[in-house]
């Protein structure tokens, strides 16, 4: 069971494979977009350390996941979610088998390929990633109402 949550509230997890960039973005925006009444989290199935780039596309609007950790889906086992959100485009999404409710958002790693560009270019496809998955996080409201 993960520390931190409660009985009764809502919970949301986001997937990917390294938990460094896309589910770390995804955690930290839904975090700041529903407060404590919603408990978060993200794992992935081969965690790395949250990627610079990604603190540092947050930290431009305001949001802080430096305390945020890469955690391996296993850390999660048996805990219920009533929200699982996958945001995996060419790689192999990770299986959470305790979910209400699956959802899979095709967003590009903005970590991968990375060779060649320069830092701006490089902070700027974590940006496109950031913003695409704010608007996604935009359309959970309805689905966590609905929650068993």
Same mark, same amino acid.
């Given at each position: 069971m993960v520390a931190g949550f409660t009985m009764g509230a809502k919970r949301i997890l986001f997937l990917c494979v390294a938990n460094s960039a896309r589910s770390q973005m995804a955690e930290g925006l839904a975090r700041a977009r529903f407060g404590p009444g919603v408990v978060v989290a993200s794992a992935g199935s081969a965690p790395r350390s949250v990627h610079p780039l990604a603190l540092r596309a947050m930290q431009e609007i305001g949001v802080d996941i430096s305390g945020q950790r890469a955690k391996h889906v296993d850390e999660l086992a048996g805990t219920k979610f009533d929200v699982v959100v996958t945001l995996? %485009?060419?790689?192999?999404? $990770?299986?959470?088998? *305790? %979910? +209400?409710?699956?959802? *899979?958002? $095709?967003? &590009? &790693? $903005? +970590? +991968?390929g990375l060779e060649g560009l320069s830092e701006a270019e490089a902070l700027e496809r974590f940006r496109r990633a950031r913003d695409q998955i704010q608007q996604r996080i935009e359309e959970l409201p309805p689905l966590l109402e609905n929650a068993p």
């Open positions: 995996c %485009a060419e790689e192999v999404c $990770p299986v959470y088998l *305790h %979910a +209400a409710k699956r959802l *899979h958002w $095709p967003i &590009d &790693d $903005p +970590a +991968a």
